[in-house]
Structure formats: structure tokens, C-alpha cells
């Protein structure tokens, strides 16, 4: 089996190449990435001279890229992961959000349909999206695969335009696909401008830690490792046109994360107790900021067999360890000159 995963040089995507290229030695795998801000092959130096792993530098919004790169490799999968992700970003340039995140999986979904040309046995386009296109909650409640939409930020908005596409290809031309919606990853290698990593590095070096709002926000919080299986899982075992969400049953509010995170760094560090959270500084709120997110995995659970290995207490002792124990990996990428690699 021949697998294009998008985007498998950025923070979730190098973890899926990981585990595909460890876990099937008999697949090839081929990592398809523009390397933009986010995209770090340093993330995959170990798997990067596999004999079943190759590295293409490609950009998903040139349609007749795509369409040559399919006809060329004659692909039995996707696994489709290659986005714009963050929400400030998308705030201050939306179009560049509608550029990768639509008109990059229209094309993807296109060559792939050009490629199979109605063949589809075996085959399998697998989109993997977000929590964030179901909009905000309450203090109760879960979104569940059959939340409306409502997305409430230009990136939250691109996402779900591109979960709308994939399902409309299934229902419009018979395209075997699958979708999940994960909530918010963290562990190992990823981008510090998203919270956890940001925070980490700015307590390493005495930076304040700005605060949205009063910190109330809440968000289900899932171990990056845990949410490469269940992409393995609904890979291989997912039914053709379902979605699954998949969350990591850890609901947090900001701050107390943040205060959480403080102690850890603080003994970690070798720290007075209590002199990490005085960097903490409270600044406005973000435009559109969502309240809270909850996932139920449930039916990922019942018919998958998937739930997550970690509470979010040892998993963010391991993120620590593993960004105190890669310093030079974070001081490089805060840089700018991972790029160089």
C-alpha cells in the first residue's frame, strides 16, 4: 500500500508519519509537505533514511501539482493533514487560511478522484479536522458527530468548508472517504506559538505568560501520540463516509493549566514554588474566542475500540521533559533557523 500523508512534517502530521512508517514497514509512505512556518523535518530525523519513507516538498494549493503527483505515485491512500492552524494567524489573514485549508483539499480531493478514476476498492481519503468547526458550548455538553456546524473564526470557518467538500466528493461522486474532528493536541514537536510550547519556553526564559481574557476558556486537551493510533484505527477500520470525533477526555480551563503547567516547571527547574505563575499577565481577549470545546468519543470508542492511553496530568509532565530535554530543537525553531535544515 502506497499512503500520501499532507502535511507530515508539522507537529500532528510528523507523529502519523512516524507511526505509519514504524508500524508498516511494508507500506511506503510518502510525507508531502511545503514546509512553511510550521513544517520541521527535524521532526522526523528518525525515520528520515527509512527504505519506506520519502520526503516530497510540494504545495497543495497548486492544483496541477497535485494532479502530477497522483498520476505519477498511484497512491491507495491519503491521509490529509496539511492546514493552516492557528487562530490568531487566521484572524489577521483569512485568505491565506481559505487558499490551504479549501482550495488545498478541493485539489487534493480532485487528483485523487482523477487518479482512481471511479476504481475505488482499496482506496481511501481520510481528512482530519477539528473541534473547533462545532463552534462553543456551555458549562455542559459535548459535541458529538452530529453537532451542526458553527464556526466562529475565519480558521474554524476554512475547516469546516473543507469537511463540507470531502463529504459532499463521498455523497457527489462516490469518493471513499473518512473524516475525523480531534480537540486541542499537544506533546512533542510542536510549533511554539500554540499555548503549552509558548509557555514552556517563555517560563524557561523569565518571559511573561499572556493570559486571554480571565482565563476561563476551557478546552479538551489530547495527547498528540494518542491521537496518531486512533488516526491508525480509523484508517484502517473506519467505515467510508462516517466521521469520528476524537478528544482526549481532559477538559482544562486555561488558567488552571497554566497554573498547572507553572508548578511543573517550577520543580522541574529547580524553582521557588510559585515564581513561574508570577510571569502570568492577563491581556485582551481574542476576537470570536470560543468558550469551550468538549469532544465524546464515544463512537470512536464503541465501534473502533480507541480511547485515549494518557490523563493529561502525566501527559504534560512527559511534554516537559521532552521540550527541557530538546532545547536546541526550540531555540532553532523560535529562531528561524530549523528553515535552514
Known amino acids: 500500500m502506497h499512503i500520501l500523508i499532507t502535511g507530515g512534517a508539522g507537529f500532528i502530521g510528523s507523529h502519523v508519519v512516524r507511526r505509519f512508517v514504524n508500524a508498516y514497514p511494508e507500506y511506503r509512505i510518502t510525507n508531502l509537505d511545503a514546509l512553511t512556518y510550521a513544517g520541521n523535518l ?17 504545495d497543495i494549493t497548486d492544483g496541477d501539482a497535485m494532479m502530477a503527483l497522483f498520476r505519477e505515485e498511484q497512491f491507495d ?55 473547533e468547526v ?20 475565519p480558521y474554524s470557518a476554512s475547516k469546516a468548508s473543507s469537511d463540507h467538500f470531502v463529504r459532499a466528493y463521498h455523497d457527489t461522486y462516490g469518493l471513499p472517504v473518512v473524516v475525523s474532528n480531534c480537540s486541542n493536541n499537544y506533546g512533542a514537536n510542536q510549533f511554539p506559538e500554540k499555548l503549552i510550547p509558548l509557555f514552556i519556553n517563555n517560563i524557561r526564559n ?18 498528540v501520540v494518542d491521537h496518531a493510533e486512533a488516526i491508525d484505527v480509523i484508517f484502517h477500520s473506519g467505515k467510508h463516509g462516517e466521521t469520528y470525533n476524537i478528544g482526549g477526555h481532559n477538559e482544562w480551563t486555561n488558567i488552571d493549566l497554566i497554573r498547572l503547567l507553572c508548578g511543573i516547571m ?34 470512536l470508542q464503541r465501534e473502533l475500540g480507541w480511547s485515549p492511553s494518557i490523563r493529561f496530568e502525566e501527559g504534560l509532565e512527559k511534554t516537559v521533559d521532552w521540550y ?18
Open 266 to 299: 517550577d520543580r522541574k527547574l529547580a524553582r521557588r514554588e510559585g515564581e513561574s505563575a508570577e510571569l502570568i499577565t492577563y491581556v485582551t481577549d481574542r476576537a470570536g474566542h470560543d468558550l469551550r470545546y468538549a469532544i465524546d468519543s464515544g463512537k
Open 206 to 223: 523569565r518571559k511573561p505568560l499572556p493570559v486571554y481574557g480571565k482565563g476561563e476558556n476551557v478546552r479538551d486537551w489530547l495527547w
Open 324 to 341: 527541557l530535554e530538546n532545547g536546541q530543537w526550540l531555540e532553532r525553531v523560535t529562531s528561524g533557523e530549523y528553515q535552514r535544515y
Open 134 to 153: 462545532y463552534g462553543t458550548l456551555g458549562s455542559a455538553g459535548m459535541f458529538t458527530e452530529e453537532t451542526a456546524y458553527d464556526p466562529h473564526s
Open 77 to 131: 491512500g491519503v491521509i490529509h493533514l496539511a492546514a493552516e492552524s492557528h487562530v490568531d494567524r487566521s484572524i489577521a489573514n483569512p485568505t491565506a487560511f481559505v487558499m490551504t485549508n479549501v482550495l488545498g483539499t478541493v485539489n487534493l480531493l480532485n487528483a485523487a478522484r482523477t487518479a482512481w478514476a471511479g476504481a475505488f476498492e482499496g482506496k481511501l481519503f481520510y481528512h482530519i479536522s477539528t473541534d
Open 42 to 58: 527535524e521532526n522526523l530525523r528518525d525515520v528520515e533514511d527509512r527504505e519506506n519513507y520519502r520526503f516530497v516538498k510540494g
